[in-house]
């Protein structure tokens, strides 16, 4: 695999400009800052092939499903991400010429994504079809401190002429999604306002009725030196601008500061979102925009401080998962329980949506151990505020009783996914949310959280699926049928194993949960629910391949053909890109983790050798054509001892996106994959565990690697492990002394105690 | 049920004028020769509401699918029956005052569908705002004698003034489908001319580029006398029109006969359809209104005396099958190989497409019995034009070595639905087109048609299933995995019992063919593929309930929570309008027959005692509510003597539409299944069977009926049978001596031989 872009341990570098490349690279620069986001497109105007896109969190649209034969229960929309107004546009333009690199003689090109800092940079030399050259530098940023601003510095410097330079700051209100599915526009202008120091576009949103305000305002400096200027503004439908010729002396820069505000009613009423987006501009305004910068680095690195990993000896290991935790802080600060982790985050508008499954089973592990407890704790919020919705939901399928099923893909707590195998069956979504509460109260304590939230969710949940299971007479036994794991490459299976076991263990542990409460607030189970679940934790079937422990994904997974994905040929990978659909159904390749995301979250339930025959038996039958697949086949792989095929597969998920391995990078990153790519490191080649009864620890290291360290937050505690090839350095950041089991050991650890363990020796 | 037209034993009847009801009268009174259709639309304006449809066999347009996610081997068109040129149009005016139904005021209203003579017929009187009353009467048809051309007598009486009155005949291409998946609009004009005596409007479909020339030519009569008029002439796009203003009397009625022709490039060359078409009314003008009527009336009564069945003593009933066959003859007549028979006709544009399963499973044996077998050829020959289409389409799933797999939906043979668990699953209509040619070949004795067109047809598809069934090794038997059975209502099964016997019968009968044919012409089969196959046909794994002759619909059916139909209260049916997709494909409820669908088309490899089990198994669960399902279970229920259930289900299925109880004949009428409804009486209440070798009738009455009579044809020889409470009179009408089992009994029939059979005593 190529590097798209070059190698370096904190930045994103491109040294060229490559017009191919452009829509790969505005993903993969993106910058955003939990509230709202923006690919790498060009501030000037750009006729190359581009993919525009600007995001705020939570404003969605709910296109119109599409469908080929719609039936009862299918949702009637599917929420877009919306692409929103365009904040970052500076038009230039010398004798009418404007500025383009598509049309222009391009040098020098430099473009830069700093994560430590997390900044845009991009420098470059255009020669104009008139002979003029200038060079242009921009940086830009959403603040990470101020979440509703973002700011630009953009400098032109002639450089072989003295003459007038139009500058056009600009906000475009007109944009659509590429993909609608009607090709419908999804915006209405709500107001526009500009005078000669700024301008603003309100724009609402048809149906949801959102608003979103975004203001500028800027300022212009020849050097250090302030200019008053004196500009014409102009307008149109969703659209304000300044413009203003300046005479530019060859040689000298010039800057435009823009400064924005974009503001919305998910957070603020209709009627303040304009005036706020105003006063914002002028407070950055007056801050100035070293000023906003510098908090914003320095909001920057306290998350570092935190979520950082250092490998050292693979600076591609290195940049690798540093963009993936940037990126993944980028789209979730926490700071918001409307908010969550779209798959695509702020980086495109592909799958719709902002809430998957992925939020719990793979984000949420990521925040547990990188961010205070708050910020997990927002996850889990967000999801109790759409509990009324998950039993609607529900019961428009026909379940009763406050039974809760859990979108698979929402924006606002309702079901927006619309292909019924997805949509009705793939209900094991169901059970990562409660998983996320459990793993939230074991990583952080906060057992009052159960009471308070935790335990209507439980018990909705468990409800549901006390209801999808049904007696089978014939096995004597509960059943579960017409499922689709986490597998999609099987549809409408019955009895899948993960979801059977995950379904039985929601139902155990919201009767725990309740048992538990009931000391001190009474049972919420109805007159013989607890005998009715209790019955099913009994009685649940799991199909199990005879004479040995390996668990079958589903009925009938025996009957297929018997293959390894080594038995495909080279040229017909990814499977998804040549197979048709019924040929991919049918053969047992295997997309995603499924028995084995069971034997994940539920390791300690079992041995190792059962952990090593599933893997075994299964990793050769998957082709791992989902980004979330590898990261838990690392940490198994790891667990069982297997470093080369954790190495193998760290490989795969470290870099997805950055070496485009999937050619689909142009359409956005994968962001919720990335927090996996975390566990691989953390849960994986660290071997960190947090079991019910206490932290654990038993580090490897792939023999590529020199060493790694990392922070992690249990019981917020922050611990800091370093591993070499030959040694592990663990050391309690805190103030209370720990107890944890290292390789095996226990050991207790005073605040701030640091414990080296020789790993050829295992002495300490 | 309230009867929501009178009961007559030929017409179909309206008495007054509810525009509520207006929608479902246009598809109940529609009026079609095979070649093209019309719904029973108003010639005059109407501003009420009203589902346009004017529909031209075998002219398409392939409308974008609409799906969720698409993915690979997902087809990329959904063919469109088109809604194509209005040529019924003839506005009235009076003192610029539009006659329109809904504003006018309306008495003595009057609509029938003469069945006998294929004839729609309206008279009705309109008062003016104006207060001038006219009496209208028309009649149009669809000639089933020149299948391009229509004719409809307009004549207009003023009641109670002599005044101006205009008359304005059109044509009109300007219309749209209302099942456009994307609002597109499907025509381009191509051209139109207009001159004083006629007008051509010739419109292109975009994409499939047909084109279809419609020409009109009128002529104007005072009583019997015809008059010379001098008309303006005018046009717009899609559009022409002649208008005249005429002086009519009171008391006297003015007539316009207007002929039309319809001719597309599915029949002939661009280049001809004007002249065809402007032939053709020129023809039809001179051969005049009422000799164009007598051919047509005479080509219908030919049809009905072979097709007829009379019902004695239930008049609901009688009306009921004839109006089942009459539309089975206005949609398909058997004239050209290029067209078959879509399900909803020509009377609505649900469903798209014109081919499915539906053909070769209901149609099919009715054609086989009441018409000439050449009509049938034609329904096989369509399908053997499409086997290099089927090969292409197995190979996009990626089947190999010529396997065939045809359409679940088509027009030109590519594969048109888009749900995969239809159209990659749902194969087993795959099986129905083999059995077609099976069924051909034992009711005509064509056995030359195997070695010319049979065997390449039934090796593609044997072939199929050869590939589409796996070893298991688990099971030690051929198992199919990933099918989508009859019953709708499961998805993505294993092991379908209905399919796993289809497709192993179909296997084994394209060896017998081939094996046969060997002698003439040597084995299509290539090395070693008779041995696969053999061992295909030996090891097939068909899943059955321990201890009983019951054949399960699929692997885990017993899964399931065994319930019956009766548990369904009355407020929930049918379960598809009230329940969700999720909650429909759990249950154990059965839209239409599966494994009976099976036993039914294989009744001779299955003694009673098994026929009668599985019957009674299956009959509780099922809903019924394809309108496929009903004719099935009646041939079953009156096989193992259960009348009561056999007359109850027929009921169910002969007036479905007549009296809409599904509430959708607006949309257009169930016409695949009206073979069905045939079917029930002749292969269910007769009893009558062609097995391989010979003919059998084994007749039941219903105790409602006085006695039933119909024609077959076995052989190319027509057979009349009559039955009585007492009796049964069977009669060869042909010319050779026929050999038969009677209740049993072996008989010979010499021809025109008449042979009464007691009932009571089986005495002859």
């Keep these: 695999m190529r590097n798209l872009f070059d190698i370096d341990n904190w930045k994103i570098i491109e040294k060229s400009f490559d017009p191919t490349k452009q829509k790969q690279a505005e993903s993969i620069f993106s910058i955003g800052n939990g509230s709202f986001g923006q690919r790498a497109n060009f501030e000037e105007k750009y ?20 469908v080929g034969w719609w039936k009862n229960g299918y949702p009637e929309y599917f929420a877009k991400v919306l692409n929103a107004c365009n904040w970052i546009g500076i038009n230039i333009e010398i004798d009418g010429i404007a500025l383009d690199l598509s049309t222009c003689e391009v040098s020098s090109f430099y473009r830069e994504l700093d994560m430590f800092r997390g900044t845009l940079t991009r420098k470059f030399k255009a020669k104009f079809s008139n002979g003029k050259e200038i060079e242009v530098c921009s940086l830009r940023f959403c603040s990470m401190h101020r979440e509703e601003v973002a700011a630009i510095s953009y400098s032109v410097t002639p450089l072989n002429f003295s003459g007038n330079v139009k500058f056009t700051p600009y906000l475009d209100g007109k944009v659509s999604n590429h993909d609608s599915n009607y090709n419908e526009f999804f915006w209405e202008e709500d107001s526009r306002k500009v005078d000669n120091k700024k301008g603003v576009v309100c724009a609402k949103t048809k149906k949801t009725n959102f608003a979103v305000a975004t203001a500028m305002r800027y300022s212009f400096w020849r050097e250090g030196e302030l200019l008053d200027i004196h500009p014409n503004i102009a307008q149109q439908e969703f659209y304000v601008e300044n413009n203003f010729e300046h005479y530019l002396e060859k040689g000298v820069k010039f800057t435009l500061k823009k400064y924005v505000s974009i503001v919305s009613t998910l957070n603020h009423s209709e009627f303040s979102i304009i005036p706020r987006a105003i006063n914002q501009v002028r407070d950055a305004y007056i801050a100035g925009f070293d000023a906003l910068l510098a908090e914003h680095e320095s909001a920057w690195s306290e998350i570092w401080k935190n979520a950082d990993i250092q490998i050292e000896g693979d600076t591609a290991a290195q940049q690798g998962i ?5 990126q993944l802080y980028q789209t979730y ?20 949506g902002a809430t998957y499954w992925d939020t719990e089973a793979y984000c949420l592990p990521f925040y547990l151990k990188t961010a205070s407890p708050e910020i997990s704790k927002q996850l889990l919020i967000y999801r109790y505020n759409h509990l009324e919705k998950a039993i609607e939901n529900a019961a428009k399928l026909g379940f009763i009783d406050g039974a809760a099923l859990y979108p698979m893909v929402t924006m606002n707590g309702e079901e927006c996914h619309n292909e019924w195998e997805i949509t009705f069956e793939e209900i094991h979504r169901n059970g990562a949310i409660a998983f996320g509460i459990y793993n939230y109260v074991r990583h952080t304590g906060d057992v009052a959280y159960l009471a308070q939230y935790g335990r209507p969710v439980l018990v909705g949940i468990a409800r549901f699926w006390a209801q999808r299971f049904n007696w089978s007479e014939s096995k004597k036994a ?25 379904a039985k263990w929601c139902i155990q542990y919201a009767l725990e949960v309740d048992t538990q409460i009931r000391q001190e607030s009474k049972s919420v189970l109805t007159a013989g629910e607890e005998e009715k679940w209790q019955h099913i934790i009994d009685n649940v079937y799991f199909p199990k391949l005879e004479g040995t422990n390996i668990y079958l994904q589903q009925d009938g997974f025996m009957d297929k053909e018997q293959l390894s994905a080594s038995d495909i040929p080279e040229n017909q990978r990814p499977i998804n890109q040549h197979w048709s659909w019924d040929r991919i159904l049918r053969s047992i390749f295997i997309k995603q983790a499924d028995v084995l995301q069971g034997l994940y979250l539920f390791e300690d339930h079992f041995d190792s050798e059962t952990l090593r025959e599933n893997f075994d038996f299964y990793e050769p039958k998957t082709v791992h054509e989902s980004s979330l ?34 050619h689909e990078a142009d359409e956005g ?17 660290a071997g960190v565990r947090i079991h019910e009864n206490g932290l654990s620890i038993d580090p490897k290291i792939p023999a590529a690697w020199k060493s790694y360290k990392f922070q992690i937050l249990y019981k917020n505690n922050p611990i800091a492990i370093a591993v070499t090839q030959s040694e592990i350095k663990i050391k309690n950041l805190g103030e209370f002394s720990l107890e944890m089991s290292v390789l095996g050991a226990e050991i207790t650890l005073n605040a701030t105690e640091e414990r080296t363990i020789n790993l050829t020796t295992l002495t300490v």
């Excluded at 838990?632 to 001892?641: Q, R, S, T």
């Excluded at 990153?669 to 080649?685: C, F, P, R």
């Design 322 to 326: 540093r963009f993936n935790i940037f």
């Design 333 to 352: 600060t926490g700071k918001n329980a409307k908010l969550n982790i779209g798959p695509k985050g702020f980086t495109g508008e592909k799958y719709g």
């Design 478 to 502: 509960y059943v579960m049928l017409g499922v689709t794991g986490p597998n999609e490459y099987e549809n409408n299976v019955n009895n899948n194993w993960y979801t059977n076991y995950l």
């Design 629 to 662: 697949s590898p990261c838990v086949h690392v940490i198994l792989a790891a667990k069982i001892g297997n470093m080369d095929k954790a190495y193998e597969l760290y490989l795969r998920t470290s870099r997805l996106d950055l070496d485009d391995y999937n």
């Design 47 to 66: 006729s190359g092939d581009t993919l525009q896109g600007s995001y705020v969190g939570g404003v969605y649209y709910p296109d119109k499903t599409r």
């Design 669 to 685: 990153l994968h962001i919720t994959s990335m927090a996996g790519t975390w566990m691989s490191v953390v849960e994986g080649m």
